[in-house]
């Protein structure tokens, strides 16, 4: 079993910077990619940010320029760095993992979300 802890979101003013991070723990083989979802109050979840184990990144043009991606292999831990925060940034954010859980297969697994709000 794989399981992934959030921590880092919080309420910011407009303007103002948070780093989320999630730690994937438990039988891992190799960690493939890991990356963040979010999902605003009726809205879609939406794939924010991703990371892959050679370190090729993916944003999202709404917070491209303005987030950082970054994966510890070491700690199976991936962080986001996102900056310029605005309104429109409020949502749950979710961390998933697309982890090797041995050598033949993997599994995609998700943290519980953690809750950023964006004051205007």
């Known amino acids: 079993q794989v399981q992934l802890v959030e921590s880092g979101g919080g309420l910011v003013q407009a303007g103002g910077s948070l780093r989320l991070s999630c730690t994937a723990s438990?039988?891992?083989?190799?960690?493939?990619?890991m990356g963040w979802y979010r999902q605003a109050p009726g809205m879609q979840r939406e794939l924010v940010a991703h990371i892959t184990s050679y370190g090729s990144t993916y944003y999202i043009d709404s917070v491209k320029g303005r987030s950082t991606i970054s994966m510890d292999n070491a700690k199976n831990t991936v962080y986001l760095q996102l900056n310029s925060l605005n309104p429109e940034d409020t949502a749950i954010y979710y961390c998933?993992?697309?982890?090797?859980?041995?050598?033949?297969?993997?599994?995609?697994?998700w943290g519980r979300g953690t809750q950023v709000t964006v004051s205007s």
């Open positions: 438990g039988t891992i083989y190799k960690i493939d990619e």
């Open positions: 998933y993992a697309d982890i090797m859980v041995n050598s033949y297969s993997n599994q995609l697994y």
